[in-house]
């Protein structure tokens, strides 16, 4: 996807998911993310949208690559001011806004601050961004209203941000490790395909048809949100042993 088509999805998913957030009790649990409420949930993309627009706000910065927090302003202090659900919603809007402003100025090679290893440029953020909030705006629905499945074309590029965002991961010393188990993603709407190996110098990951511990087979959104401990909407076929999944989980933690 081209950084355009990452700005537009951004703008699409965090509208949907502040109506979302609108529509519901602050209190009311999130099923998805097992301890959360509805304000803790809104709380999280609110600070994860100031956290990135403050990299943004500071072009041409570069930490050292094991820093975590961007530069500039320290970000939300409070979380979101009321308990209602239009507080929720106006305060992560607010943050949303903000967001896009900066991502819709900025152009995608633009040098700008990240946690990533190799790539720090406006075009990871914004990337990151439509990932991060896709999930999480499928969070929010699931509490508060009907869940709606990715988009085909946006989870394609997810599931491939997931595999590449694991690989960074790694790198950094921030996942653990594997013991060769391995998976095959088919997913279909649309038709793509990835085998990733876990082994104990990091992700292996192939776009292409291999023999795998596991196979999945679905749609793409529903593969997406699988990788990402969610319950998928549709069917996913499963062939193969089922530890190949929990050793997934045990390396990528979201």
């Given at each position: 996807?081209?950084y ?11 509208a ?15 099923p ?6 509805t ?13 990135w ?11 050292e ?6 530069p ?5 202090a409070?979380?979101?001011a009321?308990t ?6 106006d305060?992560?809007?607010q ?11 900025t152009?995608?090679d ?21 990932h ?13 209203t009907?869940a709606?499945p990715?988009?085909?074309a946006?989870a ?5 941000e997931?595999?590449a965002?694991?690989?960074?991961w790694?790198r ?6 594997g013991a ?5 993603l088919h997913?279909s ?6 085998t990733v190996t ?11 048809h291999?023999?795998a ?10 593969l ?5 401990g ?6 996913v076929e499963?062939l ?11 390396v990528?933690r979201?």
């Amino acid at each position: 996807m081209e950084y355009r088509e990452h700005l537009a999805a951004v703008e699409r998913e965090a509208a949907v998911l502040t109506t979302a957030l609108g529509a519901g009790a602050a209190d009311r649990p999130v099923p998805t993310c097992p301890g959360w409420t509805t304000w803790d949930l809104a709380d999280h993309v609110g600070r994860f949208c100031t956290y990135w627009s403050d990299a943004l706000a500071e072009p041409g910065s570069r930490p050292e690559r094991r820093q975590e927090e961007p530069p500039g302003r320290p970000g939300d202090a409070d979380g979101p001011a009321g308990t209602g659900p239009a507080a929720l919603a106006d305060w992560f809007g607010q943050r949303a806004a903000r967001l896009l402003d900066l991502l819709g100025s900025t152009d995608a090679d633009a040098a700008v601050w990240t946690w990533h290893d190799t790539d720090h440029t406006a075009g990871f953020v914004a990337r990151r961004c439509a990932h991060e909030l896709a999930v999480h705006r499928y969070d929010a629905q699931c509490a508060t209203t009907v869940a709606a499945p990715i988009d085909g074309a946006l989870a394609v590029d997810g599931i491939d941000e997931v595999f590449a965002m694991l690989a960074a991961w790694w790198r950094l010393g921030w996942a653990a490790k594997g013991a060769g188990e391995s998976l095959h993603l088919h997913a279909s709407a649309p038709d793509a395909e990835w085998t990733v190996t876990l082994t104990d110098d990091g992700p292996a990951v192939e776009r292409a048809h291999r023999k795998a511990g596991l196979a999945l087979r679905g749609g793409a959104s529903d593969l997406e949100l699988l990788l990402y401990g969610r319950p998928p909407l549709g069917t996913v076929e499963r062939l193969g042993d089922e530890r190949a999944l929990a050793a997934w989980y045990r390396v990528f933690r979201f």
